[in-house]
């Protein structure tokens, strides 16, 4: 059974909290804008991503107060320099990130109250965020207003034109995400790290056609011991096995061929697990 959520229906906060509850983890765009005062801000944003390459564009939303209907200093100062840098949040400064959320004055920096250093930017005139090992300097290209009431987004879309990465994240040409070890957002109060064991690599080509689940035998598809992920994994060979290869890998597993059907299944289970779901996909046909 499934509650059904009206918008409109309940107040603004408490939709919020199940659109951010539901829609988790964010990644943090840590905004550094420059203001007509000279000040630099800084503040943190969640509904925020990446929606092309080829230009290069990031987009952030910073919304109206859903209590007041006020605006951040982020947009105001976006709206006047059309710039601004996106640093990511590794789990070092998620601290001094969550303290840069405070609704400081206009005329303080966030920079001094966090202890984050800043570090002249090559293509803007926003700093980058020193500790931060991503930096992405942004002109912004467009601000859509999503609405006038309070919980509304302004849709900042920005130009990247310069990504300083530290060597310290890289192996290579690659970044590593156990040494980048970024914070993602969730509802209330939550936050995941995203290194060590939360990690989990899911290969899939998209160009070759595997089997699907439609190919899956009956009474593979249908069973009571096997997830849906375990299922996919099956589904995701791009071959069925020959009678060769079927006997081959029985032969290797003699300890499979008395078991019952829930047995096996759990068996297959324990291989799928091990990602040798080619071999379970023997034994269970």
């Known amino acids: 059974m499934k509650r059904s ?18 829609i988790a983890p964010r990644p943090i765009a840590f905004v550094s804008t420059i203001g007509e005062n000279g000040v630099h801000n800084l503040a943190p944003y969640s509904f ?17 107060k859903a209590t007041d209907n006020t605006t951040k200093d982020t947009l105001h100062n976006v709206r006047v320099s059309k710039e601004c840098v996106i640093n990511v949040v590794p789990y070092a400064i998620v601290r001094q990130m969550s303290l840069a959320s405070v609704e400081f004055p206009s005329d303080i920096s ?7 250093t800043r570090e002249k930017s090559e293509t803007v005139s926003a700093p980058r965020v020193m500790e931060s090992p991503v930096n992405m300097e942004c002109v912004v290209k467009d601000i859509i207003t999503l609405g006038e009431h309070g919980g509304a987004g302004h849709l900042i879309i ?51 056609i595997p089997i699907g689940f439609e190919r899956l035998p009956e009474s593979v598809r249908k069973s009571k011991v096997l997830t849906g ?6 589904a995701s060979l791009k071959n069925l096995p020959g009678p060769d290869e079927v006997n081959e890998t029985k ?12 047995q096996l299944h759990r068996f297959a289970s324990e291989l799928i697990s091990k990602d040798n779901a080619a071999d379970a996909f023997c034994l269970l046909v």
């Open 5 to 22: 959520i009206v918008p409109g229906n309940l107040p603004t906060k408490e939709l919020h909290q199940y659109i951010i509850g539901s």
């Open 48 to 64: 925020f991503n990446a929606f092309s390459s080829n230009p290069p564009i990031l987009v952030f939303s910073s919304n109206r």
């Open 110 to 116: 966030e920079f001094d109250q966090t202890g984050l």
């Open 158 to 208: 920005c130009e990247v034109t310069l990504i300083a990465i530290s060597e310290s994240v890289l192996n290579g040409d690659r970044i590593d995400p156990n040494k980048l070890d970024l914070m993602g957002r969730l509802g209330k109060n939550y936050y995941v790290r995203a290194s060590g064991a939360a990690l989990m690599e899911i290969y899939q080509s998209v160009s070759e």
């Open 229 to 234: 992920n375990e299922l996919a994994a099956l």
């Open 251 to 262: 032969a290797r597993y003699p300890e499979s061929q008395n078991l019952d059907i829930g």
